[in-house]
């Protein structure tokens, strides 16, 4: 059975920083591209990053991009979500995600096979 185990959400100032893991059991993390994803209220849930499994490639929304960092540690089956000069816009549920996808479709929330419960991030002005 496949679990993915979000921690690090919390409330933070605006221009600070958080650090999200996931951890995932289960499966054979290193085959799969994992993605993080945000929900805020009343909106569809939106891409926010992915790492491929064993090359590591990383891909971002431009909402973030320069600003979150996605990495993995296969070894420990977990990946993280970096984020810093967090503002309100980033306050949403975070949701970790895996997918045995190709590479050409990891923004797309239907490209993932397994979903963790979330993590809620508050962002105070």
């Known amino acids: 059975q496949v679990q993915l185990v979000e921690s690090g959400g919390g409330l933070v100032q605006a221009g600070g920083s958080l650090r999200l893991s996931c951890a995932a059991s289960?499966?054979?993390?290193?085959?799969?591209?994992m993605g993080w994803f945000r929900q805020a209220p009343g909106k569809e849930r939106e891409f926010v990053a992915a790492?491929?499994?064993?090359?590591?490639?990383?891909y971002y929304a431009d909402s973030v991009k320069g600003r979150f960092t996605i990495s993995r540690d296969n070894a420990k089956n977990t990946v993280y979500l970096q984020m810093n000069s967090l503002n309100a816009d980033d306050t949403a549920a975070y949701y970790c995600?895996?997918?045995?996808?190709?590479?050409?479709?990891?923004?797309?929330?239907?490209?993932?096979?397994?979903w963790g419960q979330g993590t809620q991030v508050t962002v105070s002005s």
């Open positions: 995600a895996a997918s045995h996808a190709y590479s050409g479709v990891v923004r797309t929330t239907g490209a993932y096979n397994y």
């Open positions: 790492i491929t499994g064993n090359s590591g490639a990383t």
């Open positions: 289960g499966l054979t993390f290193s085959l799969y591209t």
